[in-house]
């Protein structure tokens, strides 16, 4: 039976991040590659033992095979935007709260400093790939991966993404990467996605301990 992944709906309007991120670009980026990333898959998958998995279990069970590297590309890209756009909204940026911003200061001091290791981060990343704040262990961390990579494959829980693949911000910024990655850090970030995620990752292991 054939069971087609779909792209999610966008959780605001293509307008609601401008002038950050225009409408322009969440008409390529939302509209286009995360629709073809999404087409892909579904072409790769059909009629194989793929099509009746989740895309989180089609990711764990293709990463580091480079023989499925492919449908490991198509389904990480398709989860890592679907998480994207739910990492940012209009109206975000400024500081985290609850237990997430108690986390931050516990391992960087004060949210200022945390906020410029991931700007460093996600600036920095050479080449395509997204810039993450995962769990790990129980603390919260900054991180990149390359590409289509996941944390989640590597035993870090997301908690919120940034993508710095050149089409997030090419039509908006050019080559101005760090610029993009400031503006969306004080004025796009949904930190309540974060702390949300947060709290999820922790009832898990309250529930497997
Ligand atoms: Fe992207």
């Not at 990711?59 to 990492?87: L, M």
């Not at 237990?99 to 001091?109: K, T, Y």
């Not at 503006?183 to 309540?192: F, I, T």
């Amino acid at each position: 039976m054939s069971k087609p992944f779909a792209l999610p709906p966008l959780p605001y309007d293509k307008s609601a991040l401008a002038p950050v991120i225009s409408a322009q670009t969440l008409e390529f980026h939302y509209g286009k590659h995360h629709q073809a990333y999404i087409d892909k898959l579904n072409a790769l998958v059909r009629d194989t033992p793929f099509e009746a998995q989740s895309l989180e279990e089609i990711i764990v069970a293709t990463t580091d095979k480079p023989e499925r590297a492919s449908i490991f590309n198509n389904a990480a890209q398709a989860w890592n935007h679907a998480f994207y756009w739910r990492s940012l909204g209009a109206r975000g940026g400024g500081e985290p709260g609850g237990r997430l911003l108690e986390l931050i200061r516990g391992s960087w001091g004060d949210y200022a400093s945390f906020r410029a290791q991931l700007a460093k981060a996600a600036s920095e990343h050479f080449g395509s790939g997204w810039a993450w704040v995962v769990l790990d262990s129980g603390r919260i961390s900054c991180m990149t991966t390359a590409n289509a990579e996941v944390p989640f494959t590597r035993g870090r829980t997301p908690l919120l993404t940034i993508d710095v693949w050149e089409h997030a911000y090419y039509l908006d910024y050019q080559n101005r990467r760090s610029d993009h990655v400031v503006a969306v850090l004080d004025k796009l970030v949904n930190w309540r996605f974060a702390e949300e995620n947060l709290e999820s990752a922790r009832s898990d292991v309250a529930m497997t301990a």
